[in-house]
């Protein structure tokens, strides 16, 4: 239904209406209207834009400005007092230079307290500065005209020390203590004082040292008291370089005393410089500052007593006095009173030194392990007078070296005893067992032993060693950092026994080198030693966890032992190599009982070095190295029948064929046969094996390369051979390969007999051939030639057939 309002509102509403569309009809001409205008006035050309101009970047600021200014007016000012002071001196009187200097200076020292007060620093800090600039002209010019005669040294010291104090109470007045040059400069030139005074009073070098290390004590206070800025900062240089140039000469003076008196003296210098070392690591805030402080006291600690007690004894006892007085330090260690830092570096010093002395006894540790090694060129010789002459047949013995073991012994105490740390006691125990095998290793050439006691030694450290390496898997740290023995080693962290174990195998296989090559001065000794370390290192194979390390040991010792006793009984190398070859044997056998321990691998490359030294020897004998190979590849076999070896297989075929070529060569058999056939039979016997198991294996795998190795050198072989008994035998077996591979539908007989069948006969019929060529008319072969080429163009789809039918045939064959 539609709702029709009232007349009087209806027409409300229309009127309502036609004002809205007045409004809106006048809103659109005037836009119109402003649009037209718009059209009408002549469009502006675009204009670029300029860029904003940017002020350029100062490169220097004003206050940087300001302080080169200062500084270039300060240094012009005092270089042209300088100039005044040293040019035109001479022009003024007594009274006038003075008046001058004085006044200069004075207005000089006074003028920064104006500056100060307006808050202009760096104008104060350089008008201060040539202050004490015109300080040091007026000394000099005060020497110069009225104290000429007065020794110029003595003269430098005084000046030195008034200056000092005089900067330094200018730099505490109320009025200038806020500069911050004066205190810096007059601690700057208090260093020279006491050393130009001691230059001064002909004090001798104790005397200019002693002064050094004054002034690097005081230095050193200074540093400790004062907390920061410019004056600590000098201090700290002034200490370090000052002491340094104390110890340097104080040490040289120790180094180069002849007399007790001297010694003494210069051990009491180190001891100034190793309190004050001390004294500032006392009083040191950082740790590691403290540390090394201490480190150093307690060095030069060491070099005092030992360089006092010097010259009191003999030359050899120098580093082992040192020793005994690095040792000492680690009684500080127990002193519970003391703080951390100072024990912590005493330790560390102590350890320092007892680590020089080591690396003092390691020439003699080098000639008496590498000396031997010139007996290899001079074997069973003679036996040496001792055993140094035994290790220093082409090397100098060291000097002072007789108490070379007794470093080494000491040391190892040391770090038996001393080193507690579960952390560190593992490696404590592990340094002393190298130490131990050190001196062991040097004792019989320092004490010059017989030669059969020195083997002997040696023997027994190489025993103690391996025992040591078999034993350290029982040894555990206890919680308490104790050694606690443990029933089962499988409860044992191997991180803790570990390096023990590779430091004494490691030792034990080093030493025994050097004893194998020691004991080649006589027969008797390599004989003998070499048995002894083939059955020990055998023994120790019993261990499983020595295994991997000591039965390749055993199995070279033992080869070494053959070589040793064939040339013992005066057998020729190639005899040698047979008995050689029974290290393979035995490495073989071995490997076979370790299944897949970790130990099976070096046995087995121990073996195979064997069995190629048995080769080596054997090759100038043709016929012997056709039998060590044969017993190579029967070793090899033996070893192939494991699962995991298999693929030794070739190689022991390998050997076989090689052995047997070897004893036709010595049998001077020239046919390539004898060569090719024993490597035919036993390929085509693998190939029947394989087709056996594998059907679809190929053809050409099978029995190709068994096929090929006597066909093709026999065809090559009957191409160049004059009589009829090979090309028939060659034929004859081709003919039987060609017919087995037609029957057996097999592709490489069929084609490697076919075609050594087909080359065979146009060998064989060649001279027939030739002869009939040479009976016919000349136009004779080129018309037959004709004549075939047109009868194979008239069949060539047949031809193209029967080349595709005889693909397809061959295709289907395996």
């Known amino acids: 239904m539609t709702h029709i309002p009232p007349p009087a509102e209806e027409l409300r509403i229309l009127d309502a209406e036609l ?47 300001q302080n080169l200014l200062l500084l270039l007016g300060g240094v012009l000012l005092t270089v042209a007092a300088m100039v005044f002071t040293l040019v035109s001196w001479g022009h003024l009187g007594i009274t006038g230079r003075a008046l001058v200097l004085g006044a200069v200076t004075l207005a000089a020292l006074a003028v920064p307290a104006v500056p100060l007060k307006r808050g202009l620093r760096s104008t104060a800090e350089s008008v201060a500065g040539l202050g004490l600039a015109l300080t040091m002209l007026d000394a000099y010019a005060l020497h110069e005209a009225a104290l000429a005669g007065v020794d110029g040294t003595g003269y430098a010291a005084a000046a030195t020390a008034v200056l000092a104090l005089l900067w330094a109470g200018y730099g505490l007045l109320p009025a200038t203590s806020a500069l911050r040059l004066p205190l810096p400069a007059a601690l700057v030139a208090a260093q020279f004082p006491l050393l130009l005074w001691a230059v001064a009073a002909d004090a001798g070098p104790y005397g200019i040292t002693a ?58 210098l180190l001891l100034l410089a190793a309190a004050i070392a001390l004294g500032a690591a006392w009083r040191s805030q950082g740790e590691k500052r403290a540390v090394g402080l201490v480190v150093a006291s307690g060095l030069l600690a060491v070099g005092a007593f030992g360089g006092a007690a010097r010259p009191a004894l003999p030359e050899v006892w120098t580093v082992p006095v040192h020793l005994a007085c690095g040792v000492a330090l680690l009684a500080a260690v127990r002193a519970t009173f003391l703080p951390d830092a100072v024990r912590s570096g005493l330790a560390w010093a102590s350890g320092a030194v007892q ?14 392990l590498l000396g031997p090694a010139g007996w290899v060129t001079r074997a069973w010789t003679g036996a040496p007078s001792d055993s140094r002459a ?106 803790h026994h570990l390096p023990a174990k590779l430091t004494a195998l490691l030792l034990a296989l080093l030493s025994s080198l050097s004893l194998a090559a020691l004991s080649l001065a006589t027969q008797t000794a390599t004989l003998t030693v070499l048995s002894a370390l083939t059955a020990l290192c055998a023994t120790a194979s019993w261990s499983s966890r020595l295994t991997p390390v000591t039965a390749p040991a055993a199995l070279a010792y033992a080869a070494a032992l053959a070589c040793a006793t064939g040339a013992a009984a005066d057998w020729t190398p190639a005899h040698t190599a047979l008995l050689v070859l029974a290290v393979p044997a035995v490495a073989a056998l071995l490997a076979a009982r370790l299944g897949s321990s970790v130990a099976t691998v070096p046995v087995e490359a121990a073996g195979a070095a064997a069995g190629l030294l048995a080769v080596t020897l054997a090759v100038a004998d043709p016929p012997l190295l056709a039998l060590v190979l044969a017993l190579c590849a029967v070793i090899t076999a033996g070893t192939a029948v494991r699962p995991e070896r298999r693929s030794l297989g070739h190689a022991a075929t390998a050997l076989f064929v090689l052995a047997t070529w070897v004893r036709l060569a010595s049998w001077d058999v020239g046919a390539p046969e004898a060569y090719t056939l024993p490597v035919t039979v036993p390929a085509l016997l693998v190939g029947a094996l394989r087709r056996r198991r594998d059907p679809q294996a190929s053809s050409w795998t099978a029995y190709g390369p068994g096929l090929a190795a006597t066909l093709i050198p026999s065809l090559f072989a009957a191409w160049g051979d004059a009589h009829w008994t090979r090309p028939l ?70 031809r193209i057939r029967d080349v595709r039918r005889v693909r397809e045939v061959l295709g289907k064959m395996n």
């Open 355 to 368: 680590a020089l002395a080591v690396l003092w006894t390691l020439p003699v540790l080098a000639v008496a």
């Open 729 to 798: 035998l060659l034929g004859g077996a081709a003919l039987a390969v060609t017919l087995l591979g037609a029957r057996h539908h097999l592709q490489a007989p069929l084609l490697l007999g076919g075609s050594v069948l087909t080359l065979l006969a146009l060998h064989e019929l060649a001279p027939y051939l030739v002869q009939v060529t040479g009976l016919l008319p000349r136009w004779v072969p080129p018309a037959l030639a004709g004549l075939l080429l047109l009868a194979l163009g008239a069949t060539y789809e047949q």
């Open 390 to 495: 035994a290790v220093t047949a082409d090397v100098p013995w060291p000097p002072h070296a007789a108490t070379a073991p007794l470093v080494l012994a000491a040391v190892a105490a040391v770090l038996v005893l001393t080193v507690r740390d579960t952390t560190w006691r593992p490696r404590a125990l592990t340094g002393a067992l190298g130490l131990t095998w050190a001196t062991t290793a040097v004792l019989p050439a320092v004490l010059e032993l017989p030669y059969g006691v020195g083997l002997l030694v040696h023997g027994v450290g190489i025993a103690a060693a391996v025992g040591a390496a078999g034993a350290v898997h029982r040894v555990q740290p206890s919680p308490q950092g104790t050694e606690a023995i443990q029933p089962t080693a499988p409860t044992l962290d191997v991180r």
């Open 19 to 65: 004002w809205r569309l007045d409004a809106h009809r006048a809103q659109l001409l005037a836009r119109r209207a402003w649009l037209v205008a718009t059209l009408q006035k002549p469009q502006p050309q675009p204009q670029t834009r300029s860029l904003p101009v940017v002020p350029p970047r100062p490169e220097t600021s004003a206050l940087g400005v």
């Open 211 to 268: 002064a050094l290390l004054v002034t690097a004590g005081a230095d050193t206070a200074l540093a400790l008291r004062v907390a920061s800025g410019s004056v600590r900062i000098v201090a700290v240089v002034g200490a370090y370089g000052t002491g340094a140039w104390g110890v340097l000469a104080a040490g040289w003076l120790s180094w180069t005393a002849t007399g007790e008196g001297a010694a003494a003296r210069a051990a009491a």
